[in-house]
């Protein structure tokens, strides 16, 4: 039984190195890069020589179809670049493809966010499960973001149940990370998404205080019910940015909507554009 490992990367020159060298034990690893300009490739080239190219889309979700049409293997395992698998890990997906214990295998993801793990609020290692580990014809990948995973009916599941055999998760460094990625890149791309009737909108209202409302109450049960405050600074942090996140993408669909384009950037622009000709145009006429 042998295992592909998948990796999309863009610009991960930071972080490559140390995945592939906890993945090395695999039979056939596929990179897909969306044409980075630091050093991934070629970083990448010392651990396999099957790496493609892929279309630069801000996120890697559209790639990972690509990715697995590429694999030979039976088995898959996809990883992301910001990810290491531990030994523990390793070895227990050789005893799940040994004894056959499911065709779709849920990974616990150990998830680091400005440096410490955090353990609430759905990122603790057994509340953060994902379809990692598959045999490759029971699944198949959409192109939306942050829902990728398409799985075969009368499928197989099994979930590994002890966090050590897990991923280890680099999330965000700090908060300029996090708004470079996601608040100011995934959000965009969400919005999008919404406008385009690829994703059901997140509906906060449509009045300042019913959205003032519900972000408050989204916050109260991020950070009380699902014990956020029990990750100190960090999940009030994460509560927050979860609340604000949510907000630009609302309030990015809004414009798009308003202006009836997906890139109202470009429709602001061409207004500000016309009203300059025309205060120019009153002094050329003044003359």
Request: charge should be negative; proline fraction near 3%.
């Amino acid at each position: 039984m042998k295992v592909s490992i998948l990796i999309n990367t863009l610009n991960e020159e930071k972080n490559i190195k140390s995945c592939l060298e906890s993945v090395k034990w695999a039979d056939e690893i596929i990179i897909v890069d969306m044409y980075s300009d630091d050093k991934t490739v070629d970083i990448a080239q010392e651990y396999t020589d099957k790496i493609f190219f892929f279309e630069r889309m801000g996120y890697a979700d559209p790639a990972r179809q690509f990715a697995l049409e590429k694999a030979t293997c039976e088995w898959v395992l996809v990883v992301d670049a910001d990810e290491i698998v531990p030994l523990k890990l390793k070895n227990k997906l050789q005893e799940v493809m040994e004894k056959d214990l499911g065709d779709v295998i849920y990974v616990p993801h150990n998830n680091y966010f400005l440096g410490k793990q955090i353990f609430h609020m759905g990122w603790g290692p057994l509340d953060d499960l994902h379809p990692r580990f598959f045999k490759k014809k029971f699944v198949s990948f959409g192109d939306e973001i942050h829902e990728f995973f398409r799985i075969n009916e009368d499928t197989r599941s099994y979930s590994l149940d002890d966090p050590e055999a897990g991923f280890l998760h680099f999330s965000y460094i700090d908060f300029e990370h996090y708004m470079d990625k996601a608040l100011n890149g995934y959000t965009s791309i969400e919005a999008r998404n919404v406008y385009e009737g690829k994703k059901p909108r997140d509906e906060l209202g449509n009045s300042v205080p019913k959205i003032l409302f519900t972000l408050s109450r989204g916050f109260f049960d991020s950070f009380v019910r699902d014990r956020g405050y029990k990750d100190g600074f960090r999940g009030f942090a994460i509560c927050m940015l979860s609340n604000i996140y949510r907000l630009v993408v609302h309030m990015k669909v809004e414009l798009m909507e308003e202006y009836n384009s997906s890139d109202p950037r470009r429709e602001i622009l061409a207004e500000y554009d016309n009203m300059k000709k025309e205060i120019i145009l009153e002094y050329e006429n003044e003359k």
